[in-house]
Nanobody, 123 residues
Framework: QVQLVESGGGLVQAGGSLRLSCAAS????????IGWFRQAPGKEREFVAG????????YYADSVKGRFTISRDNAKNTVPLQMNSLKPEDTALYYC????????????????WGQGTQVTVSS
């Protein structure tokens, strides 16, 4: 079992950057696919980015491709999400979660959800 905690959210102006972090505890962290999701008020939780257990393969939602970068450091048990060129529509509560299925972006196949970190982008 792995436990995940998100951090790094905040308030930023449009065009700015933020770096979120997903910190994991548990010896099995390096065996999981890790995904970042977000949920805005009144909307469903949506996939943002995912990374394979060894960090070699990454995949992104079309809405963030070219602006966000996911990476992982299995030695430090962290999965950062670098967010550049932020837009007001990126405003949401951001979560990380773990899965055993690569490229399956459905929230239902992920578990060990953290509490989330709020990102607010002002126009």
């Amino acid at each position: 079992q792995v436990q995940l905690v998100e951090s790094g959210g905040g308030l930023v102006q449009a065009g700015g950057s933020l770096r979120l972090s997903c910190a994991a505890s548990g010896r099995t962290f390096s065996s999981y696919v890790i995904g970042w999701f977000r949920q805005a008020p009144g909307k469903e939780r949506e996939f943002v980015a995912g990374i394979s257990w060894n960090g070699v393969n990454t995949y992104y939602a079309d809405s963030v491709k070219g602006r966000f970068t996911i990476s992982r450091d299995n030695a430090k048990n962290t999965v950062p999400l670098q967010m550049n060129s932020l837009k007001p529509e990126d405003t949401a509560l951001y979560y990380c979660a773990a899965s055993s299925r690569m490229y399956d972006t459905r929230p239902g196949v992920f578990g060990s959800w953290g509490q989330g970190t709020q990102v607010t982008v002002s126009s």
